[in-house]
């Protein structure tokens, strides 16, 4: 279980790669969201580039959350891709960063934290408002509703076609004695 990487091994020629496992014990999860936390696995690779490092990879596991609507604790699976720069501070304002490329961490440490990492990927796959399931989405419960209501005007409306069909029937019956 590797847990740090010496960024200064890295060489230009050869990415490094890592396959390790990050105990969840040690990967700092906001604990009001994230009751449970399965080890992670995380496949990484670093690249070293002219200024800085490209490092990417995936993050897998699972976290125990509560559903927002019925409060129930369930699993959600975790699977990020992430791909990103790692820049020295120093570069800022230096004209090197070309706009549009968003995904850039500036970090001045030699060692690359892979508790981190993790943390960082799994927090940014937590959804806003967590459900237990796709039933228990109050926007469908609503829709469904909205859509009866709609349901019972039509039918009113058909009810009313009716009533003027039959008026016009009993005005020709007349016209008929
Ligand atoms: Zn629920």
Redesign the pocket.
């Known amino acids: 279980m590797k847990r740090k990487v010496n960024l200064s091994e890295i060489t230009t020629k050869e990415p490094m790669k890592i396959d390790t496992e990050i105990q969840s014990s040690i990967v700092e999860l906001p604990p009001e969201e994230v009751s449970k936390a399965s080890p992670f696995k995380l496949h990484v690779e670093i690249t070293k580039k002219p200024i800085g490092y490209q490092v990417k990879g995936r993050v897998e596991g699972e976290v125990e959350l509560t ?6 604790k ?1 699993t959600h699976k975790i699977d990020k891709e992430f791909d990103y720069k790692l820049m020295p501070t120093s570069q800022i304002g230096g004209g090197q960063i070309k706009s549009g490329e968003l995904d850039i961490k500036f970090s001045d440490e030699n060692v690359l934290d892979l508790a981190e990492v993790v943390q960082e990927q799994v927090v940014l796959e937590l959804p806003v408002k967590p ?3 796709e ?2 989405s109050e926007v469908s419960y609503t829709e469904g509703e909205f859509e009866e209501e709609e349901r019972k005007g039509k039918e009113k409306e058909i009810d009313k076609r009716w009533e003027k069909l039959k008026e016009l029937q009993n005005k020709l019956k007349g016209k008929e004695k």
């Open positions: 559903c927002s609507r019925c409060l129930k369930f459900l237990c399931s039933e228990c």
